[in-house]
């Protein structure tokens, strides 16, 4: 098992929640990360990119200025830090590493199993 | 953003069948296409990136093609775990969207 996320639970409206997703592999640090979610029946959705190097980040509009990704990679994890939450956000998140090359051969090749955050009152 | 259009939605078929799932982008994203297949409870499993080529250790009954706005995924002979849900996504432009799903059920 390579990605491990962490962090689930059942958080009230408003809150806010982290998750984590370590890397027990030799090769974190010279991967972009992903956060992708899927809410209860429903399909996939991208959430957030980190560049290898933490210097590039991109995020869904629909988490932009409330949900931030970050890394540290001496510690081999991602982050994705989660403010002000809304019932819309319960979902399972999974981490994903991307491939990144030159070109379309760009893929997510590796997810972690995922974690369920669940916003409720 | 780029949307991608699915089709079908829900796919009735049998063991030993021949299936292709369609996937359509808004606009085109030359090929920079991936398929990937989720079972129930896990988590998706990369199939073919580059919109042909095909991720080491996935059975070869697995192919894709297409390029521009237009894609398929192609199983040639569905095997028991293969009735999953299938995605395809683009990686050209962020963010980098998912198709919709197609659920390949039991006929």
Redesign the interface.
């Known amino acids: 098992v390579q990605l491990v996320e962490s962090g689930a639970g059942v958080v009230q409206p408003g809150r806010s929640l982290r998750l984590s997703c370590e890397d027990s592999g030799l090769t974190f640090s010279v991967h972009a990360m ?1 956060w ?1 979610r899927q809410a209860p029946g429903q ?4 959430v957030a ?1 980190i560049s290898y190097d933490g210097n590039y980040k ?1 995020h ?2 629909s988490v932009k200025g409330r949900f931030t990704i970050s890394r540290d990679n001496p510690k081999n994890t991602l982050y994705l830090q989660m403010n002000s939450l809304r019932p819309e956000d319960t979902a399972v998140y ?1 981490c994903a590493r991307e491939i990144t090359v030159a ?7 590796t ?4 974690t369920l955050v669940t916003v409720s009152s | 953003d780029i949307q991608l259009t699915q089709s079908p939605s829900l796919l009735p078929a049998s063991v030993g069948d021949r299936v292709i799932i369609t996937c359509r982008a808004s606009q085109g994203i030359s090929t920079y296409l991936a398929w990937y297949r989720q079972e129930p409870g896990k988590a998706p499993e990369l199939l073919i990136y580059a919109a042909s080529t095909l991720q080491t250790g996935v059975p070869s009954r697995f192919s894709g093609s297409g390029s521009g706005t237009e894609f398929t995924l192609t199983i040639s002979s569905l095997q028991p775990g293969d009735f999953a849900t299938y995605y395809c996504q683009q990686l050209n432009f962020y963010p980098f969207t998912f198709g919709g799903g197609t659920k390949v059920e039991i006929k």
Do not use: T
């Not at chain 1, 070109?103 to 090749?109: A, E, L, N, V």
């Not at chain 1, 997810?111 to 995922?114: M, T």
């Open positions: 992903h992708v399909g996939l959705e991208w990119v991109n869904a509009d999974y070109g379309p051969d760009r893929r997510f090749d997810w972690g199993q995922g």
